[in-house]
C-alpha cells in the first residue's frame, strides 16, 4: 500500500507536467503534433512508472488509408493508458465527462482533439457522436468503449450502439481491440496498482455491409469477446 501511494503522487506530478506541455502545445499548433506526441509518451511513461508491461499484436492489419472506428473492452482506467501507447497514428478518445472535470488533466482533455460525452443526456450524447462523425470524415480515427463503463467484476458487459451508429453514419470500418490484463492492476473502485502485463489485441476491420446496427454491434462483440480473458 506504501508503494502503491507514492507511485500514485509520482503518477499525479507526471501527469500535471505533461498535462501542462499539452495545454501549451494545443493553444500554439494547429495540427497538434505536439499534443498527440505528450499524450503518447505520457502514456508509455506511467505504464512503465506502474511496472505494467504492454504486448501489441494485429497493427499490420489497420486501415492504411482513411479514418475508422476503434471499439475496446473497458475494465480499467489504465485501458486508456494501453489504446494511447499501443495503437498507431492519431486516435481521438471519446471520454465521459466525468473526467474533464478533472483539475488540469481534464483541462488538457478539453483543450485538445478528444470528444467529451455526456452520457446521461440524449441529446448532448449525439452531438458528440456528430462531432465524432466530422473528425473521422477530416481523416482522424475515433475510440470509444462501448460497455459505456468499466467493468465491475473483470468480466465484459453487453456493448451499446453509440460506436455502430458512428460508424454507420460516417461509413468507416469498426476495429475491435481487446484488452487483456488491466482489470487486475486497476480495478474499478480503488487506487492500489498492480503491476502486471496488459495485451492490446487489434482486430481485422469489420465493414458493415448488408449488416443492420443490431447485427454489427453483435458481430463485433462476439470478435472482442473471442480474444477477451475474464479476469475474475
Not at 86 to 107: F, Q
Amino acid at each position: 500500500m506504501i508503494i502503491s501511494f507514492f507511485r500514485i503522487i509520482a503518477i499525479v506530478c507526471v501527469t500535471i507536467f505533461f498535462s501542462i506541455i499539452a495545454l501549451v502545445g494545443a493553444l500554439i499548433q494547429k495540427d497538434l503534433r505536439i499534443y498527440y506526441w505528450v499524450t503518447r509518451t505520457w502514456s508509455k511513461i506511467l505504464l512503465r512508472m506502474s511496472g505494467v508491461s504492454l504486448a501489441v499484436t494485429g497493427t499490420k492489419t489497420l486501415p492504411q488509408d482513411g479514418a475508422c472506428v476503434f471499439v475496446a473492452n473497458h475494465a480499467s482506467m489504465f485501458d486508456i493508458l494501453a489504446v494511447l501507447a499501443g495503437i498507431p497514428g492519431r486516435v481521438n478518445l471519446v471520454l465521459k465527462k466525468e473526467l474533464a472535470r478533472v483539475p488540469i488533466w481534464g483541462w488538457a482533455l478539453l483543450a485538445g482533439p478528444y470528444i467529451v460525452i455526456d452520457r446521461s443526456n440524449a441529446r448532448k450524447a449525439m452531438e458528440s457522436l456528430s462531432v465524432a462523425e466530422r473528425r473521422i470524415r477530416s481523416g482522424a480515427s475515433v475510440l470509444l468503449f462501448p460497455e459505456g463503463t468499466r467493468s465491475h467484476d473483470g468480466k465484459m458487459q453487453p456493448f451499446k450502439r453509440g460506436a455502430f451508429a458512428l460508424a454507420a453514419r460516417s461509413g468507416s470500418p469498426i476495429v475491435p481491440v481487446t484488452i487483456n490484463g488491466s482489470f487486475r492492476i486497476l480495478p474499478k473502485g480503488t487506487f492500489h496498482i498492480h503491476p502486471g502485463h496488459i495485451e492490446l489485441i487489434i482486430n481485422s476491420p469489420i465493414f458493415q455491409g448488408n449488416m443492420t446496427e443490431p447485427q454489427l454491434r453483435m458481430h463485433v462483440e462476439e470478435v472482442v469477446k473471442k480474444y477477451y480473458k475474464e479476469q475474475v
